[in-house]
Every structure is written in structure tokens, then in C-alpha cells.
């Protein structure tokens, strides 16, 4: 377990400063869209069936509510005045709205049939027209898809609003010993599910390109027999879960660590951090033999990698220069070398590119504390994200682009502070607190979307 520990002292280094890059958080203000989601036409319904669609409207409205560095959402409405069978474009047309979007709500057995329209005003054409069948115990999922449709009609691009975020939280220890378990929930922070049960520290969840596995590393106890003696020892294996068929399996547990782990974009390969041989390094392995090849070799400690989506650019931490720093390297041909790109903060930690490959989100101890920075993946252009705002750690980007999940220590006395999960778009806007009173929350990332 040296080198375990040799990790863990890599990002507690404070040895020295490094001149940090002061750089204005804000945007210049856009013109935007104005986006009207009305209220339901309804059709005869009463009770739970009329609250179910207003739920279905309030959900809507919410999801938009995220993307408003690209909308401008409208409040007023036609409080659904037959607005779906009779929409009045020119007086949208003369407030200024570019996009209108109405529905028809009628009973269906113990749910609702929702029926949604989308006019673009200024041309006056429907651009989306599709009908759900809703129960309560579906209402949310459901939503979801019908935000995404709304959007790729405006948009002709995907969403983020079928997308879930995967996360650990210690919320099952109780005394002393900390336990730490993996998490699913919607993008916005609602319908969590609890996915593992190891009672121990669960660590670094990685999400499969299609979205059907989940890798994850694990404290496990190992038995160690010698000259009759058994021993316990503790130690990081690397877990994959099948999010299918809801079955676990062990990927790697040589001894040391086996972490950090990250698939390749075509899932058939993972990048990860193994210390088997006493230091650790970065390498590739191959799912199904277990082959290996290695991606860094040197005295340093390697760890935590990110790759993008072309496959022929990897970020990772190293300890090279003395302490945590971000260097790059091409996985396919190590041999030519690595770059160093960040110069930061005291010591930085967990580099994720953006989908498109051109930046790399990070987080950087600066003033006392962490904050996100992000910066393009050749090291220029340096772009501080938050700021007198907590502890601010493990950032990673939206499958979009548009948006970075992270999470934020916040001190509420001098004996208690909670670490939650929090979502802003890409420019530092912070947009909301995803978990709230679900203990400390670690490690969060975001599922692909879905096809």
C-alpha cells in the first residue's frame, strides 16, 4: 500500500506556488431566443389526472430553465386557452417570441394523453408535433424526452435532458468507518437510485460510451495465505458493473492500486492506473483478455487519465515536476513523448475533456482551496471558472458541451461542512445544487445521450 500512499500525498503537496492566472469570470450578454412553454389546453380533467399534467408543465419548464444562456424563457402565458387547437402566432409574433410550445392534455385510464406542439413564430411553421401516454409513475422520464424533442426541433441538436449523473456518496456510514457508495440520478438532481451495497469506499465511477456498464474502483479485503497464516489485506480492485443486467464483475485486482479507470471511445479498451509493479502508471488494457500495454513508465507517479473522443490525446496527472500537474500524451504513441500543459495553482487534479476534445476542465488549489479552471487541451487559453465559492473539485462535462457537473465543499460552522454536487454551464454560471442532504457526494459524471 506505499504507493497508495504515495497518491494520496501527491494531491496534499503544498511545497510551492505557482503564479496563478487571474482571469474575469462573465460573458457578454447574447441575444437569445424567447421561448414560451404554455399552459395545458385540458380536456375534462380533474383530481390527480389535472395535477398530473401541471406536474408534466413544471418539469418542462424547469429543464428549459437550464439552458438559459441559450433562451430566454417567458413567463406569461395563454393559460392554455385553446392554444393548442387555436395558437395565436401574430400575438407571439408581435411580443417577440421565437418559439411556442402548447399542448392538449385529455384523460387515459388512470394517466393523461399529452399532446404537444412546437410553432417556430417568426415563420409560423410546426416544427414538432408528437403524443405521450403519461402515468404518474412515469411523469418525469417521460418529460425528459418530451424536453429533448422540444429542443432538437429548435436546436437540431441533442440535449442534455435524458442524460443521469452518476456520483458516490458516504450517505450509509454511521461511526467511524466511512463507507462510500455509487449513485444514479436525473440530470437535475431528482429519482436517485442507489446502485452498490459493498459497504466499503467505492472511488473514480466511469461510464461506458453506451452508457451500458459502469467501471468503478473499490477497497476490498483479500486473503493472503503464507506458511498457514492467513492474512486480510486491504486493497483497490477495479469493479465494472452491468447497468442491464444489474450484475457486477472484477475487471483488475492485482495488488496496489487498480484505478482511475476510463473507457476507450469504442468500449472495447480502458485506460487505467495500476501499481503491480510498485510505481504507478497508466495503462491500457483490453476488456475481454486482460492484455495490457503501457501507456506511461516513468519514476513519477501517473494517474488519472482522460482521453478524447478521437482516441489519440490523453490528460493525466503526474507528480513529475514534484508535485500534481496536468500533462498530455498521445496513448497510441507514447514514445513520443508528453507534454506538460498546466502551470496553475499549487497542484491540480481530475482533467476531463470537453466532448469535442478542445478544452480540458480541472480542478487547481489556489488561495487555500480548490477552483475550476479550464483551459485548451494544447495548454493555451486559460479561463478560471469559479471562485469564492467553496472548495470546488472534480469537474466533468456534459455530454453536450454546454455544461460542467462538479462538486463543492461548503463550510456551515467550524465542526460541519457538506460536499454536494452542483451544475454551471460552460462559462462559470452556476446553475443549482443537484443533491442536497445525501451526505458528502464525490466523483460525480455524466452518462452519454442517448441515442
Not at 43 to 61: F, M, N, T
Not at 283 to 305: F, W
Amino acid at each position: 500500500m506505499k504507493t497508495f500512499f504515495a497518491i494520496a500525498t501527491l494531491f496534499l503537496s503544498l511545497t510551492s506556488f505557482a503564479q496563478v492566472a487571474e482571469i474575469a469570470v462573465g460573458n457578454a450578454e447574447l441575444d437569445k431566443d424567447k421561448f414560451v412553454i404554455d399552459d395545458a389546453e385540458v380536456r375534462s380533467l380533474v383530481g390527480p389526472q389535472k395535477s398530473l399534467s401541471s406536474e408534466l408543465i413544471d418539469v418542462l419548464r424547469n429543464d428549459f430553465v437550464f439552458y438559459k444562456h441559450k433562451f430566454n424563457n417567458v413567463d406569461y402565458s395563454e393559460k392554455g386557452q385553446e392554444s393548442y387547437s387555436k395558437p395565436r402566432l401574430e400575438k407571439w409574433k408581435e411580443s417577440g417570441i421565437t418559439y411556442f410550445v402548447a399542448s392538449q392534455m385529455s384523460s387515459s385510464g388512470s394517466g393523461i394523453e399529452a399532446k404537444f406542439k412546437v410553432w417556430s413564430v417568426l415563420t409560423g411553421k410546426e416544427i414538432f408535433a408528437q403524443n405521450f401516454k403519461i402515468q404518474q409513475s412515469t411523469l418525469r422520464a417521460t418529460a425528459h424526452q418530451i424536453a429533448d424533442g422540444i429542443y432538437r426541433s429548435v436546436t437540431g441538436k441533442p440535449s442534455i435532458f435524458n442524460s443521469k449523473i452518476v456520483f458516490v456518496s458516504d450517505r450509509g456510514t454511521h461511526g467511524k468507518d466511512s463507507i462510500k457508495e455509487l449513485f444514479i440520478m436525473d440530470f437535475d438532481g431528482n429519482r436517485v437510485e442507489k446502485l452498490t451495497n459493498f459497504r466499503s469506499i467505492v472511488l473514480s465511477p466511469s461510464i461506458a460510451p453506451d452508457n451500458s456498464k459502469i467501471m468503478f474502483s473499490v477497497i476490498a479485503t483479500h486473503k493472503e495465505i503464507s506458511k498457514n497464516k492467513v492474512r486480510l489485506i486491504k486493497n483497490i480492485d477495479l469493479k465494472m458493473y452491468d447497468l442491464k443486467n444489474r450484475t457486477f464483475s472484477t475487471v483488475s485486482d492485482k495488488p496496489g492500486i487498480n484505478s482511475g479507470a476510463i473507457f476507450s471511445s469504442s468500449g472495447n479498451m480502458i485506460y487505467t492506473t495500476l501499481s503491480y509493479k510498485g510505481n504507478a502508471d497508466i495503462y491500457e488494457m483490453n476488456i475481454n483478455s486482460g492484455k495490457l500495454r503501457n501507456i506511461t513508465s516513468h519514476y513519477g507517479d501517473d494517474v488519472d487519465p482522460s482521453i478524447n473522443r478521437a482516441g489519440n490525446l490523453m490528460a493525466f496527472l503526474s507528480n513529475r515536476p514534484g508535485r500534481a500537474h496536468i500533462y498530455t500524451i498521445d496513448p497510441q504513441n507514447p514514445d513520443k513523448g508528453v507534454k506538460r500543459i498546466s502551470f496553475v495553482g499549487q497542484f491540480n487534479a481530475t482533467p476531463r475533456f470537453s466532448p469535442d476534445g478542445k478544452e480540458i476542465v480541472f480542478s487547481s488549489w489556489v488561495d487555500a482551496g480548490f477552483d475550476l479552471y479550464r483551459i485548451g487541451s494544447d495548454g493555451n487559453n486559460l479561463v478560471r471558472l469559479t471562485k469564492s465559492f467553496g472548495s470546488n473539485e472534480e469537474p466533468v462535462y456534459s455530454p453536450d458541451g454546454e455544461f460542467i457537473v462538479f462538486t463543492s465543499k461548503r463550510v456551515l460552522s467550524r465542526t460541519k461542512a457538506v460536499q454536494d454536487v452542483y451544475i454551471m454551464n460552460r462559462d462559470g454560471e452556476i446553475l443549482g445544487q443537484l443533491t442536497q442532504d445525501f451526505g458528502s457526494c464525490y466523483s460525480p459524471q455524466w452518462t452519454n445521450i442517448l441515442k
